[in-house]
């Protein structure tokens, strides 16, 4: 959650606190929906260490991808956290969502997440309405599902993410400065003319004592209405004072 991550946070809020941790979310590209598990996972251990968390995907591939997602954040603790609920703690369960009647996964759980299902099973539904808390994370092309109406009436969808919001972000993206050093050969124009303004910019300071009253030297004072060459004629007149 680098670039976006003030969306996440406000949509875990209005799912956690506004909504009573029910709700869908509707992500679409740029923006990806593991960051909304992730976040959402952190905020629940981070009040319930112990607490046994169901996620329900379509595939083997989509558990790998997810897991994968999780132990490349740049989070150490956050890692650690997830790796010890997921692998040895076992409250983590990732599982295709084709699988939970079998495997009776859903049992002794009151949180459930759904990503990116592109199918609902009756399965699925019922797990979903018997978890007091549950998440559903998708995207506008994975929820044109027959029964996306049984879903909703479970868990409302919530405007979290509307394509204003998500276009104002990948439109206006924070911007990172970056330093990169360059080498000038000395025999160089370039070399030389940067010098020249250096030795000129040093000796100009050195003249007139500080870079501000250089300014003001060439630009005046705003504050007392006078400008640069009035400022230059006082300041001489000071220097000439003191000579004497």
């Known amino acids: ?15 956690g606190y506004e909504h009573k941790g029910v709700g869908t979310v509707i992500i679409n590209p740029p923006l990806d929906g593991k960051p909304m598990v992730l976040g959402c996972i952190s905020k629940i251990y981070n009040k319930l260490s112990s607490t046994k968390i169901i996620i329900l995907v379509d595939s083997f591939t989509e558990r790998i991808d997810l897991i994968t997602y999780f132990k490349n954040v740049n989070n150490e603790d956050l890692v650690n956290n997830v790796t010890k609920a997921l692998r040895y703690d076992k409250l983590i369960i990732i599982t295709e969502s084709l699988l939970q009647k ?5 049992n002794g759980s009151n949180y459930i997440i759904a990503y990116n299902l592109k199918n609902y099973s009756e ?17 506008s092309q994975a929820f044109n599902v027959f029964n996306a109406n049984d879903v909703i009436m479970i868990s409302p969808i919530l405007d979290c993410f509307k394509s204003d919001k998500v276009k104002d972000i990948t439109d206006n993206p924070p911007v990172k400065e970056t330093l990169i050093r360059i080498s000038i050969p000395e025999n160089s124009e370039v070399f030389k003319t940067l010098k020249s303004y250096n030795d000129y910019i040093t000796a100009s300071i050195n003249i007139f004592g500080s870079f501000n009253v250089l300014q003001q030297a060439m630009l005046g004072n705003k504050l007392l209405n006078i400008s640069g060459i009035k400022f230059v004629k006082i300041l001489l007149e000071k220097m000439v004072g003191l000579m004497y």
Request: charged content about 30%; proline content about 0%; overall charge positive.
């Open 1 to 15: 959650m680098e670039v976006s991550s003030k969306i996440y946070e406000e949509a875990l809020i209005t799912w």
């Open 102 to 106: 079998q495997l009776s996964i859903t």
């Open 123 to 139: 399965d699925t539904i019922r797990a979903l309405k018997d978890k007091k808390f549950k998440l559903v994370v998708t995207t």
